[in-house]
């Protein structure tokens, strides 16, 4: 009996990988996407039953994979290897995604998908930094702080001393909003002006700064109402 389960389960996961190979995701629904993944963590069990119960209780595949390792492990009997296969593709597809931008060069319209990338499944507030050349070349692009800027101060100085250590000429700064509310707060605006005179004071432009969450972006100085805040 157990010999005939296994087969079973060896003939539908050969169907989707099959079907995967030929169509990639297209018409899969969450769950099936990871029963699929945890193929690769769980080789002799039906994934389908825990995909399902994971899909339930976080809703949809991202949540699942935001987890925390303890909790998938002790709620969901799930390995350590399973466990952390699920963390691993945040940070999977943030490597991807910056590894196949074959742009180097940034300026007001790429600096969002030079930026993005950066904030690809987090769940605290971070900011990143990205300092250009005079000729708009990228030589510096990271996380150069986390926490709020209500509740941390913002990194100045880090700031400072990466633009100087590039020889750097323009700098863009991006943050995101974990609340999924994609509008500058008077901590943001101010922070931003603070920024802006802090590296202007250097020689070094602040040309805008991106406000992002997991499906939207603001960009402050896209608005001319903000754009005092960047002289």
Do not use: W
Not at 40 to 51: F, G
Not at 113 to 140: T, V
Not at 147 to 169: F, H, W
Not at 173 to 182: F, K, T
């Amino acid at each position: 009996m157990e010999e005939q389960k296994e087969n079973v389960h060896a003939g539908h996961r050969q169907r989707v990988r099959k079907r995967f190979a030929e169509h990639g995701f297209i018409g899969m629904e969450d769950h099936q996407i990871l029963e699929m993944v945890l193929y690769y963590a769980i080789p002799r069990k039906d994934t389908n039953l825990i995909a399902h119960r994971l899909i339930n209780r976080y809703g949809s595949f991202s949540k699942v994979c935001d987890a925390p390792i303890d909790i998938l492990k002790s709620d969901f009997a799930l390995s350590e290897s399973a466990a952390v296969l699920l963390k691993m593709i945040p940070e999977l597809s943030k490597v991807y995604s910056e590894s196949r931008l074959a742009l180097r060069y940034i300026d007001k319209s790429t600096a969002v998908e030079i930026l993005r990338p950066k904030f690809i499944g987090a769940s605290s507030e971070k900011i990143a930094l990205a300092l250009s050349d005079a000729n708009d070349k990228l030589i510096f692009c990271d996380i150069v702080s986390e926490g709020s800027l209500a509740a941390t101060e913002m990194p100045v100085r880090k700031i400072v001393d990466s633009a100087l250590r590039s020889n750097a000429k323009y700098a863009y700064l991006a943050h995101n909003h974990p609340s999924e509310l994609c509008v500058p707060s008077r901590d943001d605006l101010n922070m931003t002006r603070t920024i802006a005179s802090t590296l202007g004071s250097i020689g070094v432009k602040l040309v805008d700064h991106i406000i992002f969450t997991s499906t939207e972006f603001f960009s402050i100085r896209s608005y001319k109402h903000f754009e005092p805040y960047f002289n």
